[in-house]
């Protein structure tokens, strides 16, 4: 599968050496990429580890060799790292409580001249708290600051992901992208719309339109039927489908009519995982089975908004979901964009954002997850509940 992204997120770790830049990497990656040493000048070359960051996605790291004045192989090796400068989207900048120096504030002026965004990392807190007067200058450059220890903090994941997420550029956090990490050009598409009593009059819904529309600019061979014409629009084709998209209330009888050779899935799964992150998601829907009766589910909800979605939050998630599991749910809703008190709740249910960015949905993610709380959205309980998810979600696996 093609990186949904066709950038990949190229984040450089930079500062003296010794502050934990190969410590922060490491822990952040939860690998050993990165050579660890009290020695100084470890890591002499620029060290890549590419991997998924959950929930933002495909990531870069670029450890370099630490900027110093003192290190014997000083020139070369400074040249190297400020070169990396030139490849990196973000940067974070590491130091110790001893604070920023030349060194720190001479990278950031070079940041600048770049336009790349960075956040400070004060590392080693586990050693030695930051004086006050220390950090008052560090945030005269930044308020984005983590506090951390790079061996101790069991939260340091969530927390460097929550200052990452702040800084991340526009394009790369709202990717407009629905399915072209999915297709060919030339690639058959089959767009499965149900014109039910419930679909607008004259027109396609929304997230419908914008799917078409990008079959289209990927050089698709677009096909678009009701669930009553599929079976013969399949036997019409030369060529075998590459995906079948359809909504999910026709889920039921698309799934038997699809053979099962052909990749199947729903709008609101392309939706949940443009405006989410699908495996977030799908971690939260596998927390269902631990849920018991009358635990607090939340209903969250970007903006108050017309009936249909009301009533899909009101009416038919609390109906599919108690039917499911047998027993009742206590469910609260909540709507605007600050983030309530969640620590009561067992699970939280996300509406289909459409009028929200990604990067509000993702520190959401982030909150919850460090909070251990499971949160999924509207189109992924939905699936789940009619039994399609599975299949649904074959296709980004
Ligand atoms: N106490 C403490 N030591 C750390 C921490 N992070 C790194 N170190 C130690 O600092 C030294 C230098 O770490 P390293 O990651 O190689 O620094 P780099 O040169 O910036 O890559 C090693 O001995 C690490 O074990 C931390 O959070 N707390
Ligand atoms: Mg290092």
């Known amino acids: 599968m093609k990186s949904l992204k066709s950038l990949r997120l190229h984040i450089g770790i930079f500062g003296k050496t010794?502050?934990?830049k190969s410590s922060l990497l490491n822990a952040v990656t939860a690998q050993n990429v990165s050579i660890v040493s009290e020695q100084k000048g470890t890591t002499t070359d620029v060290v890549e580890k590419s991997m998924e960051l959950f929930p933002i996605g495909p990531v870069n790291f670029l450890d370099t060799a630490g900027l110093d004045d003192e290190t014997k192989l000083g020139k070369k090796r400074i040249e190297k790292t400020l070169s990396v400068i030139n490849r990196c989207d973000v940067a974070i900048i590491v130091v110790d409580f001893n604070g920023f120096g030349q060194i720190e504030k001479s990278l950031i002026e070079k940041f600048k001249e770049f336009s790349i965004p960075y956040f400070v990392v004060i590392n080693k807190a586990d050693e030695n708290k930051i004086s006050e007067e220390k950090?008052?200058?560090?945030?005269?450059?930044?308020?984005?600051?983590?506090?951390?220890?790079?061996?101790?903090?069991?939260?340091?994941?969530?927390?460097?992901?929550?200052?990452?997420?702040?800084?991340?550029?526009?394009?790369?956090?709202?990717?407009?992208?629905?399915?072209?990490?999915?297709?060919?050009?030339?690639?058959v598409v089959i767009l499965v719309t149900p014109i039910d009593k419930e679909a607008p009059k004259g027109r396609l819904i929304l997230p419908q339109v914008q799917t078409l529309r990008?079959?289209?600019?990927?050089?698709?061979?677009?096909?678009?039927?009701?669930?009553?014409?599929?079976?013969?629009?399949?036997?019409?084709?030369?060529?075998?489908?590459?995906?079948?998209?359809?909504?999910?209330?026709?889920?039921?009888?698309?799934?038997?009519?699809?053979?099962?050779?052909?990749?199947?899935?729903?709008?609101?799964?392309l939706f949940a995982r443009l405006k989410g992150d699908l495996r977030a998601f799908i971690d939260g829907i596998n927390a269902i089975k631990d849920l018991k009766e009358n635990d607090k589910v939340l209903i969250l909800e970007s903006c108050t908004h017309h009936s249909i979605e009301d009533d899909i939050a009101r009416v038919k998630i609390p109906k599919l979901l108690q039917n499911k599991l047998g027993f009742n749910l206590n469910f609260e809703y909540f709507t605007g964009h600050n983030f309530p008190e969640i620590d009561e709740y067992k699970l939280i249910i996300h509406c289909g954002a459409c009028m929200t960015n990604r990067r509000e949905i993702l520190s959401r993610i982030l909150i919850a997850n460090k909070k251990g709380i499971a949160i999924t959205n509207y189109g992924l309980v939905i699936s789940y509940c009619v039994g399609i998810l599975d299949r649904a979600i074959e296709v980004f696996k």
């Not at 990452?164 to 394009?171: A, C, Q, R, Y």
């Not at 990927?218 to 039927?225: G, P, Y």
């Open 135 to 187: 950090l008052n200058e560090i945030k005269e450059y930044t308020e984005n600051i983590l506090e951390t220890s790079a061996l101790y903090d069991k939260y340091l994941i969530e927390k460097f992901n929550t200052c990452l997420l702040k800084i991340l550029p526009e394009d790369f956090v709202n990717s407009p992208k629905i399915l072209a990490d999915l297709v060919e050009p030339k690639d």
């Open 18 to 20: 010794n502050s934990g």
């Open 214 to 269: 990008e079959c289209l600019d990927e050089f698709c061979i677009t096909v678009v039927v009701k669930e009553s014409e599929l079976k013969d629009a399949i036997e019409a084709l030369k060529v075998k489908p590459k995906l079948v998209i359809t909504d999910s209330q026709a889920f039921k009888t698309v799934d038997e009519l699809v053979p099962k050779d052909i990749p199947l899935t729903s709008f609101s799964i």
